[in-house]
């Protein structure tokens, strides 16, 4: 079965609007078994939008399509469709209602347009929108005796989610069954190329047929996803895990964890909340990054005491009781610093760990240190503290700030592990 | 002119990468004046790569692909553009000298999928890629009457933006030529949403000729984009200047500032730099965010003396010297926290403002306190603090934290315009 996606939006066209939806949809679309074979995005044009269809209606089973649902004469997705397909809108009560309370409880006028959100195919399956006003809408199509399932999402990232997973996600199971069950694995390796991965799972990738298995590259890092089917979901997570600890054990030093979207910031809570271990950061070049990854993620008040943003030479003084005479002599720039930045944290803290970050983000050069150099500091209570240099050298600002905070989190993996 | 962008990739289609390249080389395009009409992505498949460029070479005049030319046997982009155009693809020496150089400096044998990195179409422009080791390559097509200028770009976003700024602009400049000057302004307002906006410059979108006007919405933010057309870059500057006086009068309180990716924090960089005004943080529930999204700007180092992650009640005690007394009776989602954080942070870095943030991100309640209620202190120095309370429904965890740090920075803004 093939799935396309249809993305519809002139703020797409204008590169204003980066186009997440796409991708978080054929993800979800892959996890449930689903392949997506082309993704076009087109303007709220009529022309160019039947365009669309048409070829799509022409190579595709399943066919979603994301925005030009909302209240604005722009808005012609679903007019557009079912000109297409010779159908008719219709109605969705419930989600007209919805409408009408929403604008008399802002003591705001309704207009013509505001009721194009309520309509839906006549004979197919409306998705109530319950975090926003616009109707989803489902249908089966006929053209040229080829039968497809169109889909109509809203294309507010927050909507389309929700709408897909509560109303559009059972709809398409309902419609594609499948005797099988189909089950996904991630496993995630840190510190070690796509290329030496795929070297090491050679056989394993030329071989595969059940479970397949697919290779994604992050920042410093690569994730195994591994897709069985089976009779049961129970049988084809056993398949996934067989699978699996073949190729930890192909590279064990390197494994992370499990999860679709496991990072390093996960797996060093775990380790941390593991080992019973409390941390602090005191970040320079950094300014912040290292603390906001760690508490993005839930459950890291249990293990974060706090930390530092020391931007100036004169907030590492006051704030962390850096002796000037190090700056001084060595430079805010050097391991002396990093490493009094860590442990005058861990003491302040009276965290168990703590790290420090110093060095230059760009784009300008810092006292006569290039851009990339960066020195990271781990300090331990009771033992001695260990200090890394990085130099990462032709990298944009942003590429510096993240590889330091990947590697100054590295520094606390290596030591747990 | 039409243009259109086809990005190559197995990985865009499993959804594991966000296909940024499209909207920026988008966004790129229509800073030149050249409009995007469609974007199609597709795998790394010849079958499908082939359709795809099949439905281009119909209807655009200028066809951008992005990604499949690295050295793997997935990289057909080239191969295939070949094939479909009936053309040849010839070494370019000085890529496979970098090639063959970056091979022996690394100790690496060279495989033959290699060389292809070097390949480009025969009596076209070859784009050398300096921050990678995949040329790009250009070149004039013709099939079926119809002329189409054919574009190769990397990729990976860096190599992809590096090459199209040095290479691929200038000659796709070069090629259609234009008689006529454009350029483009962007006014960024802040606050207000995009419906009002569109109401307070109804006449003039109306009305729109020369310059084009278009609207676009950001969280809490947005932005208004002039674009002109002149017989000098001077008179397109002028002519959109003549317009952005008249809008800016319109909606004066809310207009932020000039600038395509001009942010609050940037606004409000410049107005601390302006009033030589310094700031500090103090984060709770922002968990860094504040300061990580101001450290993420050139010339912060300005303004910001420093600033605190206090995740904990301990850490706000002991890094803030908050009164234990405060969070036992008011609970630590207060607003006499905030101000004591405010203030307390002022004090201990010295400057002249500092802003205090609690609340609850959730996705669980805290003491009784739901997600989404957040209070927010504004401290200055010889003056009264200010403190605000937020109450953000429905909203997940990285909402709350993105509005909080932008509502926090509002303050500071209201408080020195």
Redesign the interface.
């Known amino acids: 079965m093939k799935a396309e996606i249809i993305s519809i939006g002139t703020?797409?066209?204008?590169?204003?609007?980066?186009?997440?939806n796409?991708?978080?949809?054929?993800?979800?679309?892959?996890d449930m078994g689903i392949?997506?074979?082309?993704?076009?995005?087109?303007?709220d044009n009529e022309n160019?939008l039947l365009?669309?269809i048409e070829?799509a209606a022409n190579?595709s089973d399943l066919i979603i399509f994301t925005g030009g649902i909302g209240p604005t004469r722009d808005d012609i997705t679903k007019f557009v469709i079912a000109k297409y397909f010779q159908t008719e809108l219709v109605e969705d009560s419930d989600q007209w209602n919805k409408i009408q309370t929403y604008f008399s409880s802002q003591d705001r006028k309704l207009s013509e347009t505001d009721f194009f959100q309520s309509l839906t195919f006549k004979n197919g399956t409306s998705f109530f929108n319950e975090?926003g006003l616009a109707c989803g809408s489902a249908i089966y199509m006929t053209k040229d005796k080829h039968n497809q399932v169109i889909i109509v999402l809203p294309g507010p990232p927050?909507e389309m989610n929700h709408m897909f997973d509560h109303y559009a996600k059972p709809y398409i199971q309902s419609i594609f069954q499948k005797e099988d069950a189909i089950e996904s694995s991630y496993l995630n390796f840190y510190g070690i190329g796509e290329a030496q991965v795929a070297k090491e799972l050679d056989d394993l990738i030329i071989q595969q047929t059940n479970p397949t298995i697919?290779l994604?590259a992050k920042p410093k890092q690569v994730?195994v996803r591994l897709t069985a089917n089976a009779k049961t979901k129970h049988e084809a997570q056993q398949i996934n895990q067989n699978l699996a600890n073949d190729i930890i054990n192909r590279i064990p030093s390197a494994f992370l964890g499990y999860g679709q979207d496991y990072l390093i910031e996960h797996h060093v809570i775990d380790l941390l909340i593991e080992n019973n271990k409390s941390l602090?950061?005191a970040?320079s070049l950094?300014?912040?990054?290292?603390?906001?990854s760690?508490?993005?993620i839930?459950g890291?008040?249990k293990i974060?005491?706090?930390?530092?943003?020391?931007?100036?030479n004169?907030?590492k003084i006051?704030?962390l009781n850096i002796d000037p005479q190090i700056i001084e002599e060595k430079s805010v720039v050097s391991s002396q610093v990093a490493i009094a930045m860590a442990e005058n944290c861990l003491e302040?803290?009276?965290s168990d760990l703590a790290l420090g970050f110093t060095g230059v983000a760009g784009?300008d050069e810092l006292e006569g240190h290039p851009v990339g150099q960066v020195f990271i500091a781990l300090a331990k209570k009771n033992e001695a503290t260990t200090v890394i240099e990085l130099n990462i050298s032709?990298?944009?600002?942003?590429?510096v700030?993240l590889q330091s905070k990947n590697e100054g989190l590295n520094l606390i993996r290596e030591y747990l592990k």
Chains 1, 2 share one sequence.
Not at 11 to 20: A, I, P
Not at 286 to 292: D, Y
Request: contains cysteine; proline residues 3%.
């Open positions: 703020e797409l066209l204008m590169g204003y609007t980066v186009n997440t796409t991708s978080v949809l054929s993800q979800k679309l892959l392949g997506v074979y082309f993704q076009q995005t087109v303007g160019r365009e669309a070829i190579r975090v927050f697919a994604y994730t602090s950061i970040e950094t300014g912040g990054l290292v603390l906001e760690l508490t993005n839930e890291v008040s974060l005491k706090g930390g530092f943003v020391t931007y100036s004169q907030a006051e704030l302040i803290c009276h784009p032709d990298k944009p600002r942003s590429i700030r």
